[in-house]
């Protein structure tokens, strides 16, 4: 059998490019695309005109993003024209949905590549290497098991791992049950010992997916058999505070475990454990004591609520009362003062009524998310939702749209002047992009934080993946800005 994963010696170099739209699940699994990609021996190009590869990651979540994936083909064909070598691959939700009828309208397509899909690619840049083109791989995995291993490009520090795939709640507006199947977790113990090596070579900021990881662990047997969201949670956290024990992580551990520190010390390896995203149905009392007491988990959480309107939640099929969820967000508040909340919202939900957007604005009061990502309905095809006919009108999605980001905009510059003044502790992620002499990252909070330093930083680019201690001077709707304490590097 042809081993694919290694880079036979004396072959000519080839580069890749990826194009990604769509969420994070998109962006990991470009991630895992690349590093499968690397392991090939490709290197990543800078631009998709320059690459002997190139990929088109797609998502058809919204109406827009199926556009945007699939009119970016379009481009490619004069591309394909002038240079016919180039192999050109559709991968993602669009081709796991669509991708024969996307193939039919572009036939200079080398390989489709669906989300389950992803594992396979080096055979497939294999097979299209020997001269076969098109190749299809769109099948759902029928195995009840879900094992894999996070992949990664070598240095990075921040690493996404799924632990789990798919989703069983058909919400009415949704596509993702049919473009990434039903759910299925992977174990406990796989996903600990697939971020201790990840800790092990060096990442430092672990974000854990799946399209609802209240539910983890249902496709295992649940609380049953051991397999909740929450105990993982708390695995990870023990692992990680044996690997700075053992000074594995943490130099200085093996001699605050002899002396003092230990659990009082600050965390070294894992200095951040995120998560995404929630169904707030599933979203209960152990979610929260795991907020409470592990130290590692960030006090954030993103709480998808969608509608502040029972009917439409209803129509949504989002089974989750309205007055729970505040209840729910009440308690986390008690459990864990100060924790960040933030949501997706939908408006224009077909047979929304201005009563019904009334309760969304509402909502938006009682609660006062720290952010929202607000959309107006475009109807997905396939979808239930469909059924009850795109009743609301443009234009008044589009004013009920801006009306509530111009008032959660509001709440944020509000809220957010808390800040100034203090210091906060930010995880760098680079240069700002509006000024390159400034760096930018975020607070445990989720809070994008510009800031600037002093002459004594010569090497600025040392600082991205350290946490940096920075006082806030300027706050804003939308980030923060301030400066490095100076000496803390
Ligand atoms: S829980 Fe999320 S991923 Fe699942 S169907 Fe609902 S919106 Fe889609």
């Known amino acids: ?55 088109f990651n797609t998502c058809s979540i919204r109406d827009k993003a199926h556009h945007k994936g699939v009119s970016g083909l379009g481009h490619f064909r004069r591309v394909k024209r002038e240079n016919p070598k180039i192999k050109l691959g559709f991968a993602g939700c669009v081709a796991q949905h669509d991708g024969e009828r996307v193939l039919k309208s572009f036939p200079f397509l080398n390989f489709v590549l669906g989300t389950d899909n992803i594992d396979v690619l080096p055979e497939i840049l294999y097979r299209v290497d020997q001269g076969e083109s098109p190749v299809m791989a769109v099948g759902f995995d029928p195995s009840q098991d879900y094992s894999i291993e996070t992949k990664i490009i070598p240095g990075k520090k921040q690493a996404f791992v799924n632990i789990m795939k798919g989703c069983d709640n058909f919400c009415t507006y949704c596509i993702v049950p049919f473009t990434r199947g039903r759910e299925k977790s992977r174990r406990v113990e796989e996903v600990v010992a697939d971020v201790e090596n990840l800790l092990k070579q060096g990442v430092n900021e672990v974000m854990l997916l799946g399209q609802n990881v209240n539910s983890y662990g249902k496709s295992l047997g649940g609380k049953k058999a051991g397999q909740t969201f929450a105990r993982l949670l708390r695995e990870l956290e023990a692992m990680a505070d044996r690997l700075d024990a053992d000074g594995i992580t943490d130099p200085e551990g093996k001699k605050s475990k002899e002396g003092k520190g230990g659990k009082e010390s600050k965390p070294k390896g894992l200095l951040r454990l995120r998560y995404t995203t929630s169904n707030p149905k599933d979203f209960d009392e152990s979610m929260m004591e795991a907020h409470r007491d592990l130290r590692r988990l960030v006090p954030h959480l993103h709480l998808p609520v969608q509608s502040g309107s029972p009917d439409v939640l209803r129509k949504m099929k989002r089974y989750q009362p309205i007055q729970t969820y505040i209840e ?21 939900f077909p047979t929304e009524t201005e009563a019904d957007f009334e309760m969304t604005m509402d909502l938006i009061e009682k609660i006062r998310f720290e952010g929202i990502y607000a959309y107006a309905y475009s109807e997905r095809p396939g979808t239930k939702a469909v059924e009850l006919g795109d009743t609301v009108p443009e234009e008044t999605k589009k004013a009920r749209l801006h009306m509530l980001q111009h008032r959660q905009g509001q709440i944020q510059a509000e809220d957010n002047c808390r800040y100034q003044g203090q210091v906060v502790e930010v995880l760098v992620e680079g240069n700002s992009k509006m000024d390159p002499n400034i760096l930018s990252g975020r607070t445990p909070h989720w809070k994008i934080v510009n800031f600037s ?7 600025p680019n040392k600082m991205i993946s350290e946490i940096a201690p920075v006082k806030i001077t300027q706050t804003s709707a939308f980030a923060l800005r301030g400066e490095l304490i100076e000496g803390s590097k």
């Open 1 to 55: 059998m042809t081993d694919l994963r290694t880079p036979k010696k004396g072959r000519k170099e080839k580069s890749f490019y990826i194009k990604t739209f769509g969420c994070q699940m998109n962006y990991h699994d470009t991630e895992r695309m690349s590093a499968l990609m690397v392991e090939q021996g490709y290197t990543e190009a800078r631009s998709a005109e320059s690459a002997d590869t190139v990929i």
């Open 328 to 348: 729910k967000v009440l308690r986390l508040r008690e459990l864990v003062p100060g924790i960040a909340i933030s949501s997706d919202m939908i408006v224009g």
């Open 453 to 459: 330093y002093g002459d004594s930083i010569s090497e």
